[in-house]
């Protein structure tokens, strides 16, 4: 794989943490972004990228991966809570060449747990008698609660039990509700629990972040591999999964 140029919007602190596992496999930052006039500001730089890695704001971040599309550059965005204009993206995608990856988390081992998750739900679903509930506990400084990954979490156990009807972000006993329920203490990087209770047992998943480095491995490793392919994808194909 050859030596990438990388813009990073939002640098922040999953910014800096891409940064360095940029840096350790032999790539370069050659510009950050931080607020919207950047990019007019380092235009100069931003032309001569290869992609764009994105761990911005919700609020920030369809204006930044529409920029950076429209400049011609392929995005990996890892900032959840937003909902993308596929329409759009797709037709900026195939206009320029260019592939889109976003990820409701960018960590290996989440995406595994994703995929273990979506079997267990079809087998609890069809056994009966199970109810499936989705906590997830971050730091104080994250922005959207449920997280991108609880909701996603959600949706995959929603595909498979029929009888619930939506998510709520709160305890509930209604048996056409999903409970998840969000923690925000300290500096937390992310848990998340998966939980299937019957009244005869309980079976529980659960993921545990010790740090933000395999999320930015995760967002690197899909900027290697969306270099040259054109639409958007999905990073459990990024891993094969």
Request: aromatic share 8%; with cysteine; glycine share 10%.
């Amino acid at each position: 794989m050859s030596s990438l140029k990388i813009v990073l919007s939002g640098y922040g602190r999953m910014g800096h943490e891409v940064e360095k596992v940029a840096i350790r496999k032999g790539h370069s930052i050659i510009a950050t972004i931080d607020e919207a006039s950047d990019w007019f500001k380092k235009e100069e730089a931003i032309r001569k990228a290869d992609i764009v890695i994105d761990f911005s704001v919700p609020q920030t971040a369809s204006d930044n991966a529409i920029l950076a599309l429209s400049s011609g550059l392929p995005v990996v965005i890892g900032t959840t809570g937003w909902k993308p204009d596929y329409r759009q993206i797709e037709e900026l995608c195939n206009r320029h060449k260019v592939g889109f990856i976003l990820g409701a988390n960018f960590s290996i081992g989440m995406n595994i747990l994703f995929a273990v998750q979506k079997k267990l739900a079809r087998l609890t679903a069809q056994a009966g008698g199970y109810h499936p509930s989705v906590a997830e506990t971050h730091h104080i400084h994250k922005m959207d609660a449920p997280s991108g990954t609880a909701i996603h979490l959600a949706n995959d156990i929603m595909s498979a039990y029929s009888s619930i009807e939506k998510w709520v972000n709160e305890p509930s006993e209604d048996p056409s509700c999903l409970p998840v329920i969000s923690y925000r203490e300290g500096e937390v990087p992310g848990t998340h629990i998966i939980s299937f209770a019957s009244d005869d047992d309980i079976i529980t998943l659960k993921h545990e972040a010790l740090g933000r480095g395999g999320l930015a491995s995760g967002a690197v490793l899909a900027a290697e591999w969306i270099i040259g392919k054109t639409g958007i994808f999905s990073f459990d194909e990024v891993l094969g999964l």
